[in-house]
């Protein structure tokens, strides 16, 4: 490695690191201060509160590495700019892909690191995290004199072989509303179909209203045989309503195989809304690493033409760094928004932004260097 290549590289780390950590520092005050009265009631130690936070890393790297990057960059050849060794630099015959080297290459490492992190430790953190708050430092509600939050668009794959789609759940009733479950065969195959407004758990099993059961021929695969009615009806349901908190699954929790086998059950349900969104954030988790490379690609252009004083650069930088991020994060916002509107194909709508800012990049760079 040259010894320009380690001055920069050396300068972007020291950036990089500092702007993780200031991030990762604010984001536990902030925290911290929200479940003080928590704490407080719940006399944890400091020990609790110490794997809590620590379980909140991996997640806090990954969502902080790109913008952390982008600005770690930024100042750093703005810097070398403000300096005039960038003219120094381009004297010596050295071109725009020679002098960013050492930065394409980080950006490049960080985006594969976000990745392992995103599929090795964010999935274990945040089931780790979401245990210690709910059994060691949440208030129940019976302690703080305020119910649980109602839980909305429920969906999760229960006992045999069961798709349950849930409208809303309420824990303090243990109520359900809008309630569809399709239960499957071991070849996948449809063999019934179960629909009711409403549902309520007596404290042994679960009674639904307005309910309608079509169960299936095992001859004909997916062909139905019969359908029953029933105002009221005693369901032949093991989940109880510590079951449905507890298989409760967060998609953002999930790495690339889990959500792939996910989205495999549920690909025979027929809830197409909710297969064509699964598929969308599968392709997200694919896309979502790469924005520290394709932003640091569309920033550095500005950095190289940016001139003015030391001091200016600072905030110059910093600024570039915001506009570039939120347009990518508002680009990223409606083209996700639109897959999962079924306006676009899910790879569509997950690939739009990083094909886009990645040509505008390209040609930013061709055209002023």
Known sequence: ????????????????????????????????????????????????????????????????????????????????????????????????????RPALIFALFVSALVFLVNEKFVPQSSIMNQEIRDNQIKVVPSQKGRGKQVIHNLTFYGLKNRLFFIDSFDPNTNELTGITIIGHDHNQNLVEKIVALRGTWTGIAWKFYNCQITTYSSALPNVPSGIRIAEEKLMDIKETPKDFLRQRMDINSMNLQQLHAYIKRFSGSGALKTVNNLRVDLHQKITFPLRNFIIVLIGLPFALKSVGKRKAMTFTSIAIALVIGFLYYVSDAVGLALAKGEALLPWQGAWLTPILFTLTALLIIFRNF
Do not use: H
């Open 1 to 100: 490695m040259r010894i320009l290549d380690r001055y920069i590289l050396n300068s972007i780390l020291i950036i990089f690191a500092g702007t993780v950590f200031t991030f990762a520092f604010l984001f536990i005050l902030i925290d911290m201060f929200g479940n003080l009265q928590d704490f407080i009631e719940k006399s944890v130690s400091l020990k609790v509160i110490a794997e809590y936070y620590v379980s909140f890393l991996p997640s806090i790297v990954v969502q902080t590495s790109t913008m952390a990057c982008l600005i770690s960059v930024l100042f750093t050849y703005s810097s070398l700019n403000a300096n005039n060794e960038i003219i120094a630099i381009r004297a010596s015959g050295m071109n725009f892909w020679q002098i960013t």
